[in-house]
């Protein structure tokens, strides 16, 4: 499981890559025409890092291509560069343990929702440092709150358009608890930042299987 919770507030002094290029994170700059922030037209992926190295990382990448490939959009770097940019990261920021995000947007084009002609994708990278092998709530448990599940229809696709999650965590968090679970049907579908899985009276591990229900979790693939 890899979700939002206790992000490093020092993130905005790090390295980060855009656009081919390397630099300070709170110096990256993207135009208020890129389609991601207008539209929300992009995908991202994160992948961990545990003592300097990426975990499950080919997974995660092939998720990526996937999903730019539901949208119709090309990646600008191809899946090694990718990895290449993301080991780059790590050794820039020394990063020990937390993840790297990556997201690709269609790039900057005038306002329209149809696809422009000739665009260039924007890529950004980043990364953060975060507690994962040693994380407190792994020992401690975590309070979930159910709510309706309102996405839209292609949960698989991991799309940058997550305002849906923003408002069930954001409920969650209200109500004293660390994570939502989502329920259609009277289906739990996943969690609002990862995969739900319950173990039933007879031991018994149980999970959705994927579908456009929702999306297909690298750790819980590796599980």
């Known amino acids: 499981m890899i979700d939002d919770e206790n992000q490093d507030t020092s993130i905005m002094s790090s390295i980060a890559y855009l656009n081919g290029e390397f630099l300070p994170l709170d110096q990256a700059r ?5 389609r991601g922030f207008l539209f929300a037209d992009g ?18 990448l092939a998720r990526f291509q996937r999903s730019v490939g539901e949208i119709a ?9 990718i990895e290449e ?13 937390g993840v790297v995000y990556m997201q690709v947007t269609r790039g900057v084009a005038p306002r329209d929702f149809h696809f422009p002609d000739i665009v ?10 975060k ?4 994380s407190p709530t792994a020992k ?17 696709i991991k799309s940058i358009a997550l305002l849906a999650q923003v408002l069930v965590k954001q409920a969650a968090h209200e109500a ?13 579908t996943e969690g609002g930042s990862s995969s739900v899985f319950i173990i039933t009276k007879n031991n018994v591990l149980v999970t959705r299987p994927n579908s456009y229900a929702l999306l297909p979790g690298c750790t819980r693939k590796a599980l």
Not at 30 to 34: E, F, N, P, Q
Not at 43 to 53: F, K, M
Not at 89 to 95: C, D, G, K, Y
Not at 120 to 129: A, I
């Open 30 to 34: 993207i135009s208020v025409l890129d």
């Open 43 to 60: 995908i991202y992926e994160v992948s961990a890092v545990l003592d300097g190295h990426l975990v499950d990382n080919r997974s995660h």
């Open 73 to 81: 959009l090309a990646l600008p770097e191809t899946l090694d560069r």
């Open 85 to 97: 940019i993301e080991k780059e990261l790590i050794a820039r920021n020394s990063l020990k343990e």
């Open 120 to 129: 260039k994708p924007t890529l950004l990278m980043f990364v953060q440092t």
């Open 131 to 134: 507690n994962i092998s040693d």
């Open 140 to 156: 401690t448990g975590i309070k979930v709150k159910t709510l309706e599940d309102i996405r839209w229809a292609r949960r698989d």
């Open 176 to 188: 004293g608890c660390q994570e939502a679970w989502m329920v259609e049907d009277g289906y739990v």
